[in-house]
């Protein structure tokens, strides 16, 4: 076999593992999920009322939220227009999977500053799965924060190839987090100019009129609950808690010295080799993506939810900095090394606990749909199901496939 044949082969079978990996990963988290699906908040209230009340095509060029989310609208589109009503939340269930793992798989494809080898990259590509909340898991409404933290690596990456250009056309068209990502990446094409990356400043210029024009249209309309100068003093706080991804004082504790001494490195390493952008885009596009989300937020109070690409970028330069090979051993290393087992320990014995956003104790999406009388609009209740939460969805008289073939 030629070695051009054989190095294609021995890399889709690398990534082919990647993918299986991944997969069993978000299955193991939690397997009801996927046999027992539900819809996630504004996933029902906002993006599928809207779809069953103006139409499926009309509201797929209409903006909620003040952003455009391309795949919440494609998932929503497809599930109306292909499968009966009931069964809605297992497509937009298993379409934010195959999201997860594209977004492992992007990131298991850039090969950058912030790692080379295929042990480092497969680290970093379940990232994502192992540190995202519950609140991020297996629904289409947070799908812009795993594009996301896929934009933070792709963009890092030094060669981009087609499947990567597509899943950033994607993600700069879901929500506006990734966006925050370009102001750094046009450095890069200031510097690099390749066909590949003037083809992505285009797809992102033109994602950002977009959401620009989304946003002027929320403002319009009074952007409730967002850009409010009152919510100015819950910004610094906000700041703070978006990067915390931790809650127990103990892992609080070791993971601040674990960041001082990883950015040490990190920052000492890049330094020796001259590479200042690549200081400036890992460091400063973290920051600034943590200070944008914050201030686009509901409130401006942040949230968990805001943080993942932050929690992997993080992630990422602490494997880095303690993953390099050293002249001599550091008792820095080995104090980093120790806290980060310690701190992934933590983190594992909470990736299966999804009891705050799941419980087969909740009204079922499937359950609801087949019950209601189709000649009446019906109230369908949504996830989360949680005290003083009232989550749930209008659907008109005679909507759905189903209803309709009567």
Not at 160 to 167: E, P, R, S
Request: hydrophobic share 50%; glycine share 8%; with cysteine.
């Amino acid at each position: 076999m030629p070695a051009k044949l054989l190095t294609r082969a021995e890399r889709n079978l690398d990534i082919g593992y990647v993918a299986l990996i991944a997969c069993c990963l978000i299955f193991a988290r939690n397997p009801s999920f996927f046999l027992s699906p539900r819809l996630w908040a504004e996933e029902g209230t906002v993006f599928l009322e809207s779809a069953l009340q103006e139409g499926g095509f009309a509201s797929f060029f209409s903006q909620h939220l003040g952003y455009y989310s391309l795949f919440t609208k494609l998932s929503i589109l497809g599930g109306i227009s292909l499968f009966p009503l009931e069964y809605m939340a297992f497509v937009t269930t298993a379409l934010s999977g195959l999201l997860q793992l594209c977004t492992s798989l992007a990131i298991y494809t850039s090969i950058g500053r912030l790692g080379e080898g295929k042990l480092l990259r497969l680290a970093f590509s379940l990232l994502p799965i192992i540190l995202s909340t519950p609140e991020h898991w297996l629904n289409t409404i947070n799908s812009q924060f795993w594009l996301a933290t896929g934009t933070f690596f792709i963009l890092n990456s030094r060669k981009i190839n087609i499947f990567q250009i597509a899943y950033l056309l994607l993600a700069f068209m879901t929500g506006v987090t990734s966006l925050f990502f370009l102001p750094y990446f046009f450095i890069r094409l200031f510097k690099e100019k390749s066909p590949s990356l003037k083809a992505i400043a285009s797809i992102g210029l033109i994602s950002f009129i977009i959401q620009l024009t989304s946003l002027v249209s929320f403002i319009q309309t009074g952007a409730e609950g967002r850009f409010n100068p009152e919510s100015t003093t819950n910004f610094i706080e906000g700041t703070v808690v978006t990067i915390m991804q931790f809650r127990k004082e103990v892992a609080i504790t070791l993971f601040f010295p674990l960041i001082a001494i990883a950015i040490y490195y990190f920052a000492r390493d890049l330094f020796k080799k001259g590479d200042f952008i690549g200081l400036l885009y890992t460091l400063g596009a973290l920051f600034t993506y943590d200070v944008l989300a914050v201030f686009s937020s509901l409130g401006m109070s942040g949230g968990s939810r805001y943080g993942l690409p932050i929690y992997c970028g993080v992630a990422a330069i602490i494997i880095n900095a303690l993953s390099q090979k050293r002249s001599k051993t550091n008792i820095l290393i080995l104090v980093g090394k120790s806290f980060a087992v310690i701190l992934l320990i933590i983190k594992l014995t909470e990736f299966f606990d999804t009891s705050a956003v799941y419980s087969a104790k909740w009204p079922t999406w499937k359950g609801q749909v087949q019950a209601r009388d189709c000649k009446e609009s019906a109230e369908i209740f949504i996830f989360p199901r949680i005290e003083g939460s009232n989550w749930e969805v209008t659907i008109p008289a005679h909507s759905g496939v189903g209803c309709r073939r009567i």
